[in-house]
T-cell receptor
Framework: AQSVTQLDSQVPVFEEAPVELRCNYS??????LFWYVQYPNQGLQLLLK??????LVESINGFEAEFNKSQTSFHLRKPSVHISDTAEYFC??????????FGTGTSLTVIP | DVKVTQSSRYLVKRTGEKVFLECVQD?????MFWYRQDPGLGLRLIYF???????EKGDIPEGYSVSREKKERFSLILESASTNQTSMYLC??????????FGPGTRLTVT
């Protein structure tokens, strides 16, 4: 089975500061990688995904993530955060088969 | 846009009651999933289905069953609700091999 590790359960950061949310996974085979965001009392929404091709993927609201095969990582970054980025962020992996594996989540709090 | 709907946003049930959580998706997706979400534990897979009348156990199937009679509908059943099943329940659907689309969630409280 796969495992996904999000080392930071809570990340406080000041508004307009950069942020990195870390994600590592265990797999020796090809994987598909995802970041989801969850706002309070809502379901999860896809933020960005890596399926193939360029290892750097971007979202429409300024987040980016880089697939690093050698380090089995898919860290999420944003150069300047806004108050509206306050949310829970989940990293997910899909390998062979239909199952997705989720990390335990990182709660990002943007401080004014 | 893909839409995944869940029958209730909030639900309060008593211990021992039979509980049905319904999920409907409108994009003809093959795969559907039920998760429960608890603080500090992230999302844990209860059951998933990759076709009508097909189901596979996830990581925590005990105390739950599922039904998929039609492609667009996936139901989660708590045969006899218990207080430790108080949680947020999330339904999702996907088309191989792409991302999952989630419903808004059902917050179930069992008293």
């Amino acid at each position: 089975a796969q495992s996904v590790t999000q080392l930071d359960s809570q990340v406080p950061v000041f508004e307009e500061a950069p942020v990195e949310l870390r994600c590592n996974y265990s797999s020796s085979v090809s994987v598909y990688l995802f970041w989801y965001v969850q706002y309070p009392n809502q379901g999860l929404q896809l933020l960005l995904k890596y399926l193939s091709g360029s290892t750097l993927v971007e979202s429409i609201n300024g987040f980016e993530a880089e697939f690093n095969k050698s380090q089995t990582s898919f860290h999420l970054r944003k150069p300047s955060v806004h108050i509206s980025d306050t949310a829970e962020y989940f990293c997910a992996v899909r390998a062979t088969g239909n199952q997705f594996y989720f990390g335990t989540g990182t709660s990002l709090t943007v401080i004014p | 846009d893909v839409k995944v709907t869940q029958s209730s946003r909030y639900l309060v049930k008593r211990t021992g009651e039979k509980v049905f959580l319904e999920c409907v998706q409108d994009m003809d997706h093959e795969n559907m999933f039920w998760y429960r979400q608890d603080p500090g534990l992230g999302l844990r897979l209860i059951y998933f289905s990759y076709d009508v009348k097909m189901k596979e156990k996830g990581d925590i199937p005990e105390g739950y069953s599922v039904s998929r009679e039609k492609k667009e509908r996936f139901s989660l059943i708590l045969e006899s609700a218990s207080t430790n099943q108080t949680s947020m329940y999330l339904c999702a659907s996907s088309l191989d091999p792409y991302e999952q689309y989630f419903g808004p969630g059902t917050r179930l409280t069992v008293t």
